[in-house]
């Protein structure tokens, strides 16, 4: 498990312009919460820049005086004109205490259906979990090697052992479609099946001459 650590100072102001204040030296104000207590603290913008700024599912340690707490991301705060990150909240993970996390989806393996001319489409990057923290990992795996044409992979279908999976089960999670060239090569091939050959039109050409 990938675990980044931040630097952090407990907050002693609050208000708006306690945190005006901070955001004018580069702070960004955050709290952990989860624990036996709440902390609010703050820590330089650029801290939580491989925390926030990436997709991977990872620990953050956060030093406070002599203390550190092991946390995960749970909410962000942006501003709406400068999108600048403003407020991090974080999770501080108890271990007899289970805490719900999305956790990155890995598809592993070669689906037929690629083989076949179909285009593979991931249609969730992430499962939402309830596990206790020292099961957390940085994704979960998925085979997609007998992920047919037109064939789904649903959240029903992945099962990870000690997690207890909080989307809805029928959702898919990745499919193979049909492309546009092999739709239209299917819809040629139709045609062409449809149609009658020349020897059997000739065939029939013979059969209404001898008629007349």
Do not use: C, W
């Not at 620990?59 to 991301?73: H, N, P, Q, S």
């Not at 705060?77 to 991090?88: E, G, P, S, Y």
């Not at 999770?91 to 205490?97: A, G, P, Q, S, Y």
């Not at 499919?175 to 050959?197: I, N, W």
């Amino acid at each position: 498990m990938k675990t980044i650590t931040i630097e952090g100072h407990l907050r002693t102001g609050f208000g708006k312009t306690a945190t005006r204040q901070l955001r004018s030296q580069g702070m960004v104000p955050g709290v952990i919460y989860g624990g036996p207590e709440e902390i609010n603290f703050y820590a330089p913008a650029l801290s939580f820049r491989n925390l926030v700024y990436t997709s991977s599912f990872q620990i953050a340690e956060v030093k406070i005086g002599d203390k550190t707490y092991r946390t995960i991301l749970k909410d962000l705060q942006f501003d709406k004109v400068t999108d600048q990150l403003i407020h991090v909240d974080l999770l501080e993970l108890v271990e007899d205490k289970k805490v719900i996390a999305n956790i990155p989806i890995k598809f592993t393996g070669t689906a037929p259906g690629v083989k076949e001319g179909g285009k593979f489409v991931v249609k969730m990057k992430s499962l939402k979990v309830k596990t206790y923290p020292k099961y957390l990992r940085e994704y979960i795996e998925v085979s997609i090697d007998n992920l047919q044409l037109n064939g789904n992979i649903r959240v029903e279908d992945v099962t990870v052992e000690n997690y207890e999976i909080l989307n809805s089960p029928r959702i898919p999670i990745a499919s193979v479609t049909m492309t546009r060239q092999l739709k239209q090569g299917e819809a040629a091939g139709a045609e062409a099946a449809a149609q009658p050959s020349a020897a059997t039109q000739s065939a029939a050409a013979g059969a209404d001459k001898a008629k007349k």
